[in-house]
């Protein structure tokens, strides 16, 4: 079975510039973690999706950023502009959430430069 | 909400000795407590997780320990080796009663086993 996909690996943009995130979450699971790690920290939730609905955003700049998950599946970080304190990595997780926490899959990253 | 503290930054043993790193969160309500580790370029990965019914759960060279009284989880690695070098990152849930919702992560623990 196919794990957490994101992509691009990599991505190095301009400051200012747009740039989208996509990942795709394991099969079946009904929430989804945007995390952003930066160089020598833990990761940090932008924003959890059940199903569809975002349920906690509280820790999204919302100036900036926006994310979406539409029917529920595989979703899309963008940061419109960029800024250079935007560079980290930028983790998908998912999980099957019900009565108990279960564990959370991450992806590989999605390493953002910008310059 | 939660706060979780790890200890210590960086890790430093020889191949065969123990490793032992430290956690302390502060919301009484959390009862799951994920162990993750991360190898370079790559996501987090959990290794062990343990839930606040027990004190104690192992696998194999790896146990973690609870106390839910002083709020602290301990993660213990024995007869380590070089593979197991990476940083380790402890996590505590926050919100929807301690026991579903967002982890929040420790800010690791760099681990190098020296053959």
Request: aromatic fraction near 10%.
């Amino acid at each position: 079975e196919a794990g957490v996909v994101q992509s691009p690996r990599y991505k190095i943009i301009e400051k200012k510039q747009p740039v989208a995130f996509w990942c795709n979450p394991i099969s079946g699971h009904n929430t989804l973690y945007w995390y952003r790690q930066n160089l020598g920290q833990g990761p940090e939730l932008l924003i959890r999706y059940e199903n569809e609905e975002a349920v906690d955003d509280s820790q999204l700049p919302k100036d900036r950023f926006s994310a979406e998950r539409l029917k529920g599946v595989d979703s899309t970080l963008k940061i419109q502009p960029a800024e250079l304190g935007d560079s980290a990595v930028y983790l998908c997780a998912s999980s099957l959430v019900g009565v108990m926490n279960t564990e959370a899959f991450f992806g590989q990253g999605t390493r953002l430069t910008v310059v | 909400g939660e706060n979780v503290e790890q200890h210590p930054s960086t890790l430093s043993v020889q191949e065969g000795d123990s490793a032992v790193i430290k956690c302390t969160y502060s919301d009484s309500a959390s009862n799951y407590f994920p162990w993750y580790k991360q190898e370079l370029g790559k996501g987090p990965q959990l290794i062990i997780d343990i839930r606040s019914n027990v004190g104690e759960k192992k696998d194999q060279r790896i146990a973690v320990t609870l106390n839910k009284t002083a709020k602290h989880f301990s993660l213990h690695i024995t007869e380590t080796q070089p593979e197991d070098s990476a940083v380790y990152f402890c996590a505590a849930p926050w919100g929807y009663g301690g026991s579903q919702g967002n982890l929040i992560f420790g800010k690791g623990t760099k681990l190098s086993v020296k053959p």
